[in-house]
């Protein structure tokens, strides 16, 4: 692979296994988690970014493992904090390339706090929540974006949660980028990740996956080859909303309210709605979210994907302003100024 | 002694007997919106100007504003000032100013007999006093008469002078603490333009404000002067300080200096990361303004973001700090307890108030050393610091970076309330002085692991993202000796938890003599830390005047402790621990050296007075 970095001078010729490190992958055999980080391994050197210039930061959980298996600088820090510590890592040094490696019980339940509000700054990180809707790590608990009634080791009687939408606390947070892929889908995954990576500010990806030994299946039902067509929607930028084998099926407005309608006999393209990533109104984005299979099809790509200013800009720009304006900060002048006198 | 500022003006001249003394303190006392702690911070300044040695102590309710006139509201601001070495803002004022009936409810049991007090008249009607709950009025029922009480309608003659201005009543009412301040300054024999000074550039887009807080202070200097109830008035001379450069600081400020020298003196940039809190929000607003300097200061969602982003920061290469009281250090302590399995290095401010739980936000306390020293799940040794003086917070900012980066750990400093919004005459340090704090990134890839150590230090190298080749993981997990990968090995986690222990024990090596107030060995040693370092050391000098063989020691480093402490306490028959709290310091020296120390403490939310600490040691000798 070869590609060039910021500078646009020197060739950086890297590779996925420059980026696979030297430890043992311990997750289960089976666990959607492989395919995740052989997507991310694969992705990354396509960035041009030199290898010591990726950061990736995690909480606890079986997700938050992940740095240790890139062969890149990696925190693996406590549960839920991982956004808190990206943030510093950006600030100290906003040339790294810095990642998040979540997952539904880290992102959401201990870390909801640090994510909505790394969110909403939109610092330039990468945030990838892996969302199989269970706790793995402490052996099969219950998670916030579990169904409601599910039946777990903490819930025997069925969970009375209501259970949390990842995309729609993303959305109302402002982020300016959201999007969502599943773990088998290896080829959208990539490319997802990759939009990810090269969106400038926040960017919030949701990942399904199968965690086949506390949850397992329990996103087939529309994820399996065979039902993809049917049960997902692959949402493209600027196109209408269209799926199905023959891409015969459709997603409408009915007022404020979804529908989804044959594309052929008493509907047309035209009626279909069409998706629009940069729209500067979430409305949209939010709207597809609610999409739930078995209603609907589960959409998956970018749901919104929009410019603002980034944190770390902002930062610096403020230091900046102010060096321009006071002057370059003079030690000597600081700790004399105020009211002084001289005792002789 | 020469003077920076002009002090030329208001040696009015006055035809009143002045009479000259070494010290005196006073306090303001007013409701939480009548402006107590900028009169006092104005009295102290133009007396830290004027070349006193001065040492305060303001104290203000946790409400912003509670009810007008209530009990709760009464907010206050003591100093102590004299032409000798002040140490504390003094036991018993000897000047009240009470705006209202509340604030002479609530102070008036602390002055000392046959003090006087300053009153404004017009706020004793019927509404004040049963707000203050008092059933008479107490300037008319003889209940002062141990007082010598100066009865002053504040409101009307402060409306009175600002007629000129032009503000409406409610804004001119306002500025009667001004004509209170002039009041006192003529007491003191004070000037008073340093004030208007101030005035002039604090409200110079308001020039009607200015005008009227200058005629009320001017008029109530004059006021003084002409009217026939204050008789005398008073003359405390300049201070003998050591030469050099002063200026007056708290406690927090003199943390912000610190941290900003520190980042100066290592070459990296500083990042503080902080959630508002009493009484250490001050310590974010300082260092807010410093964009100039390139402090990157992060105002996080709570406690935990904000120990998070430093720790992050300090990972990448920065200089990390985060303060907190400790309540946040509560929510801080799995972040310090990664910090200390990283071996990254992190400085931690506690500025301790009143617990458990909320407790009392405004008031000071020292009772969180065995949340500092012990306060984590799992073996985790923390160094821990603390300041005993409002200007030693400066150098001990210093020394706890110097020892973060040094030995590659996380730094505890235990402030408190006290050393925090009190000030003292500082004396303005020579940056060349202070030694660099040069501790340089690995950058060598040649057997590079991040898990070795320096021979001397134990430190492991700070090996920065953006290095290239030094590609490496941290976290949380147990960290295998030299290669720093994820280990269950019960071998290495034994070994590596005393190496974390013997890293930070060894810190000893560092620890300057413990300097000894009174003669190396005798009768009894106070033993203290932290801001009640002034209260023992006088407490310390009372007794010895007294003919007894007293001596007191502060510890600046509570962990590790000094290694010459156990030599000290064989030397005298013995030894108390003065502290605001149930015992902490006391408890862990009992452990560390089994002495039979004796306990002094208070948990009042005050500091000590002298007296407190005096006549308990002297009931043992």
């Known amino acids: 692979m070869t590609a060039k970095n910021d500078t646009g001078t020197l060739e950086i010729n890297l590779n996925r296994k420059d980026f696979v490190s030297d430890q043992e992958v311990r997750w289960c055999p089976g666990c959607g988690d492989y395919a995740i980080l052989a997507q991310m391994q694969k992705m990354v050197p396509n960035l041009g970014i030199p290898r010591e210039k990726f950061v990736f930061v995690s909480g606890i959980g079986c997700s938050s493992r992940f740095p240790y298996y890139m062969n890149t600088f990696g925190f693996h820090t406590i549960h839920g904090r991982a956004p808190a510590v990206a943030t510093g890592i950006k600030l100290a040094n906003p040339d790294l390339k810095v990642f998040v490696i979540t997952g539904d019980g880290d992102g959401l339940s201990i870390g909801g706090n640090h994510l909505i509000h790394c969110i909403r700054r939109n610092v330039d990180l990468t945030i990838v929540l892996f969302n199989n809707r269970i706790y793995g790590l402490t052996k099969g608990q219950f998670s916030p974006t579990s169904e409601m009634g599910k039946k777990t080791k903490s819930t025997p009687y069925g969970s009375v949660d209501n259970s949390i939408n990842p995309l729609c606390v993303a959305i109302a947070s402002e982020a300016t980028f959201v999007a969502r892929s599943i773990d088998i889908d290896t080829k959208h995954l990539g490319e997802i990740l990759e939009r990810a990576a090269n969106h400038r500010g926040i960017s919030f990806v949701e990942v399904y996956q199968n965690c086949n030994i506390f949850n397992d299946g329990a996103f087939t039902d529309f994820t399996e080859r065979s039902k993809r067509s049917d049960h997902v929607l692959y949402l493209e930028d600027g196109q209408p909303m269209r799926f199905g084998k023959d891409k015969e099926k459709g997603i409408a407005l009915r007022g404020m309210t979804p529908e989804i309608v044959e594309v052929g006999e008493n509907h047309s393209v035209e009626d279909l709605l069409i998706h629009e990533e940069t729209s500067p109104e979430p409305t949209l984005a939010y709207l597809l979210t609610r999409l739930n299979y078995p209603n609907f099809p589960v959409p998956v790509g970018v749901f919104r994907n929009v410019e603002k200013p980034e944190y770390s800009d902002l930062c610096q720009d403020q230091s900046r302003q102010a060096q321009e304006k006071e002057g370059k900060g003079n030690l000597e002048k600081l700790l004399h100024s105020g009211d002084t006198w001289t005792v002789t | ?621």
Request: a negative charge.
């Open chain 2, 1 to 621: 002694m020469s003077t920076e500022t002009e002090t030329s003006a208001a040696t009015v001249e006055t035809h009143k007997p002045s009479v000259e003394i070494g010290s005196a303190v006073i306090r303001f006392a007013g409701d939480s919106g009548d402006g107590m702690q900028l009169t006092g911070t104005q009295f102290t300044n133009t007396s830290a100007v004027f070349g006193n040695d001065i040492s305060t102590l303001p104290d203000f309710p946790a409400e912003i504003r509670a009810p007008a006139g209530s009990l709760p509201g009464v907010s206050g601001f003591q100093i102590n000032f004299g032409s000798h070495e002040i140490r504390t803002p003094g036991d018993q004022p000897d000047v009240l100013i009470a705006m209202n009936p509340a604030a002479l409810k609530v102070n008036v049991g602390d002055l000392v007999e046959g003090g006087t007090i300053i009153v404004n008249e017009d706020s004793f009607q019927a509404t004040n006093l049963d707000k203050a709950g008092y059933t008479e009025n107490p300037l008319e029922n003889g209940s002062l008469e141990s007082f010598r009480v100066l009865k002053t309608p504040l409101t009307s003659l402060t409306l009175e002078a600002i007629k000129a201005s032009g503000l409406d009543r409610k804004q001119g009412q306002r500025c009667k603490n001004f004509f209170a301040l002039g009041i006192v300054y003529w007491m003191y024999d004070r000037p008073f333009d340093h004030t208007v000074n101030w005035i002039k550039s604090k409200f110079e887009r308001n020039p009607s404000i200015v005008e009227a807080n200058v005629a009320a202070l001017k008029a109530g200097y004059y006021y003084a002067e002409t009217t026939e109830i204050f008789t005398t008035h008073y003359s405390i001379r300049k201070a003998n300080l050591a030469p050099g450069k002063y200026r007056n600081v708290t406690g927090n400020q003199a943390i912000a200096l610190g941290a900003v020298t520190a980042m100066e003196k290592s070459g990296r940039e500083l990042f503080y990361g902080s959630y508002p809190i009493t009484p250490a929000s001050d310590i974010l607003h300082e260092l807010a303004r410093y964009k100039k300097f390139g402090v990157k200061t992060f105002q996080a969602e709570d406690e935990i973001a904000a120990i998070g982003a430093a720790l992050g920061a300090s990972f990448a290469g920065d200089l990390a700090l985060t303060g907190t009281s400790g309540p946040g250090i509560a929510l801080k302590s799995e972040f310090i307890g990664l910090a200390v399995m990283t071996e990254l290095p992190l400085v931690i401010v506690n500025i301790q108030r009143g617990g458990p739980s909320t407790g009392l936000p405004t008031k000071t306390e020292q009772s969180d050393l065995f949340q500092a020293v012990y306060g984590r799940n799992g073996e985790c040794p923390v160094p821990v610091l603390a300041p005993g003086t409002p200007g030693d917070c400066f150098w001990i900012a210093i020394e706890a970076f110097r020892i973060a980066m040094r030995y590659m750990t996380p730094v505890l400093i235990l402030s408190d309330g006290y050393l925090a919004n009190g000030s003292e005459p500082w004396m303005i340090p020579e940056i060349n002085d202070i030694p660099d704090l040069c501790f340089p990134n690995a950058t060598d890839p040649e057997n590079f692991q991040p898990y070795s150590r320096d021979k001397e230090t134990l430190a492991r190298p700070w090996a920065v993202p953006g290095t290239p080749q030094l590609e490496h993981r941290i976290g949380g997990l147990e960290k295998q000796d030299i290669t720093g990968n994820v280990s269950y090995d019960p071998q290495n986690h034994d070994y590596m938890v005393r190496l974390r222990a013997k890293k930070v024990a060894q810190i000893t090596q560092d620890i300057p003599p413990t300097e000894i107030y009174g003669e190396p060995e005798g009768d009894a040693l106070i033993v203290g830390w932290g801001g009640t370092h002034g209260a023992i050391t006088s407490a310390t000098e009372l007794l010895r005047a007294k003919g007894l063989s007293v001596s007191s020691i502060q510890i600046r480093h509570i962990n590790p402790l000094p290694p010459d402490l156990k030599d000290i306490f064989s030397r005298f028959k013995k030894v108390f621990v003065a502290e605001i709290n149930m015992g902490q310091l006391w408890t862990l020296l009992r452990s560390t050296y089994l002495i039979d120390a004796i306990s002094i403490n208070q948990v009042r939310g005050k500091p000590f007075t002298i007296r407190e600490i005096s006549q308990q040691v002297e009931s043992h000798l």
